[in-house]
C-alpha cells in the first residue's frame, strides 16, 4: 500500500514538472539558459510578494495566452 502511494505521487511530481516545462515553452523561452530563467523566477516571486496589483496583471495576461490555444 505504501508503495502504491509512494509511485503515485511520484507520478504526479512527473506530471507538474512536465507541465511547468511546457510553460517555459509557451512562453517562448525553451532556449533560454537555465541560470536566466531561474533568476526571473526568484525575482517574480519576490515581487509577486509585495505587489498583488503586478500578480492580478500577470494573471490577465496569462489566461489571455491560454485563451490563444486554439489560434
Same mark, same amino acid.
Do not use: C, P
Given at each position: ?21 511546457? !510553460?517555459? *515553452?509557451?512562453?517562448?523561452? @525553451?532556449?533560454?539558459?537555465? $541560470? /536566466?530563467?531561474?533568476? #526571473? ?6 515581487? !509577486?510578494? *509585495?505587489?498583488?496589483?503586478? @500578480?492580478?496583471?500577470?494573471? $490577465? /495576461?496569462?489566461?489571455? #495566452? ?6
Amino acid at each position: 500500500m505504501r508503495q502504491a502511494s509512494s509511485t503515485e505521487a511520484r507520478r504526479q511530481d512527473t506530471r507538474e514538472k512536465i507541465e511547468l516545462g511546457g !510553460l517555459i *515553452a509557451k512562453a517562448g523561452l @525553451r532556449y533560454e539558459k537555465r $541560470a /536566466v530563467l531561474l533568476g #526571473a523566477l526568484i525575482e517574480l516571486s519576490q515581487r !509577486l510578494k *509585495a505587489d498583488d496589483a503586478e @500578480r492580478m496583471r500577470l494573471a $490577465a /495576461v496569462g489566461a489571455k #495566452a491560454f485563451g490563444n490555444d486554439g489560434e
